[in-house]
């Protein structure tokens, strides 16, 4: 067996079903998820979740690991990618959609733990440039990366760590922009925007059909989501808005400007070779990965 493949791509680029032809063809296969929702048990129809006969044909790992109700982190996905691999009997292909759990996987980010209570308390700060400040003076390489007090996610988790670990966040590894070699082979899908944007819009349209509402209204009733599951496209659109019409144009709008974000992200990675998809992803993009998982 060749070295572990990726299939990455941003949301409804096809990577799932080049996935599932690859490995239907090329025998021992194993897929591994890398989604940040697809972890969430009974959150199914609206992270396109492989199906039960997915599953059943080809072994997944890495999916339906914890309730809705769990905070789940990026070092919580990088024990149980890790718990995968070394359980896998076939060869790994992994479907990436969320580029932090990749690298977590792929280059073993050395990922800080968290500090709760000194979050909250870097949360109800309302001056960003004291904490910019603050950062500047207890972990300069750290502020140098972040390069403003504009982004107060960034800020807060920097100093969180630098305060709460005593040490500065930067010596954490080099971080998530070094892409190290690897002898993973990444395979990226990349379509037009326009033609993303008619199948994000189709596929929205495809998840309410299927019964997405329902889906959530289950999930409302069954207890309060996590802070992290709540934020799932789809999930959170439906939550927070009671007219339908304008929950789902939320829904194709946020998931467009998502699929911006997620090709941006792999698309600063040198490693990946990409595959200009024009009509169909499965014909145009699973030979190269079973080249790649049979090399």
Request: charged fraction near 25%.
């Amino acid at each position: 067996m060749g070295a572990a493949v990726v299939v990455l791509g941003p949301t409804a680029s096809g990577k799932s079903e080049v996935a599932m032809a690859a490995a239907l063809t090329v025998e021992g296969t194993e897929i591994i998820a890398v989604d940040a929702m697809q972890v969430y048990r009974g959150m199914d129809i609206g992270t396109a979740k492989p199906t039960a006969a997915e599953r059943a044909a080809v072994v997944h790992h890495c999916v339906d690991l914890v309730d809705p109700s769990a905070e789940f982190t990026v070092a919580d996905y990088q024990r149980a990618y890790r718990r995968a691999i070394d359980g896998l009997e076939g060869q790994a292909l992994l479907v990436a959609g969320t580029g932090l759990y990749l690298v977590a996987a792929v280059d073993d980010l050395d990922v800080p733990g968290q500090w709760p209570e000194v979050r909250r308390e870097l949360e109800s700060e309302p001056d960003l440039d004291a904490m910019f400040d603050r950062l500047q003076t207890l972990d300069p390489t750290s502020a140098a990366r972040i390069g403003g007090a504009s982004n107060r996610r960034r800020l807060v988790r920097a100093l969180e760590v630098t305060v709460g670990s005593g040490q500065p966040f930067s010596s954490f590894g080099p971080g998530i922009g070094a892409h190290p070699p690897t002898g993973v082979v990444m395979i990226g899908l990349r379509w037009s925007r326009p033609a993303l944007a008619q199948r994000i819009e189709r596929r929205v349209h495809e998840m309410v059909a299927a019964g997405l509402p329902d889906e959530v209204s289950r999930l409302q009733a069954s207890g309060p989501l996590s802070r992290t599951a709540r934020q799932a496209l789809g999930y959170k659109e439906l939550l927070d808005e009671p007219d339908r019409d304008r929950a789902l144009e939320q829904i194709i709008r946020r998931t467009r400007q998502f699929a911006v974000r997620q090709e941006r992200w792999f698309r600063r990675d040198p490693r990946v070779r990409w595959i200009d998809i024009e009509h169909d992803p499965v014909a145009e993009a699973s030979p190269p990965v079973v080249d790649a998982l049979t090399r």
